[in-house]
């Protein structure tokens, strides 16, 4: 199940100059060394893909709904069609949230056990967690980065990313029954027009330096703002699950 969302794109101009692309621009190579590039195969057997973001050397965390059959974690990338020093790795375990919804997306966070190490280096680095107390707030401004489609619908080989600002929780509740700020965020300036897009799904939203979401789902409109997992809120199940993946 995958996020199918679409951006004002009348609205904004196209820079074709320097990577720019409509919704953000193209991410300096390596410059964000947590990424991972998840392949898997869906319950129809199609090719599906998400991201996801290394938070130790042999754990990936992504979104619960990206889950699915052989499952394949690439590390180190910015061009997905290249093979420069890459780690491709399957996973032996993945264990989404066991109170996952897929209607409302609630618990929509996952973790995914590689079957060896990586290898850290310039390219390849984990990403600090939050604290269970911290707590991302209205106007604050994040980063999301992925592989998802641009503004046009075509597909990006290379890593993109965006600015997005947290907006208030009351925002999303508006708009669908189905938010919970207490597990989620509400993300992305409806006047910015800047999102999230299909294939981004399973990636951080990083402030900081920390990964405080995960891209998640859209609301029931496919309008601004955009709903993500909050990390901080499954600390305590983020330290089992791990502690248990890594025992097995």
Known sequence: MFLFLFFLVAVLPVNTEG???IWGTE?????????AFIKFYDSNSEPQSCGGFLVAKDIVMTAAHCNGRNIKVTLGAHNIRKRENTQVIS???????ENYDKHSRFNDIMLLKVE???QLNGAVKTIALPRSQD????GQVCTVAGWGHLANCTSSNTLQEVNLEV????????????YNDSIQLC?????EGKATSERDSGGPFVCDGVAQGIVSRCLCTGTLPRVFTRISSFIPWIQKTMKLLQQS
């Open 19 to 21: 990577g720019e692309i």
């Open 27 to 35: 991410s300096k190579p390596h410059s964000r060394p947590y990424m």
């Open 91 to 97: 996973v032996v375990k993945a264990k989404p949230h």
């Open 116 to 118: 060896r190490k990586a």
């Open 135 to 138: 707590w991302v707030k209205p």
């Open 167 to 178: 907006q208030k929780g009351q925002k999303c509740q508006d708009m669908s029954k189905d």
């Open 187 to 191: 993300v992305g300036n409806p006047k």
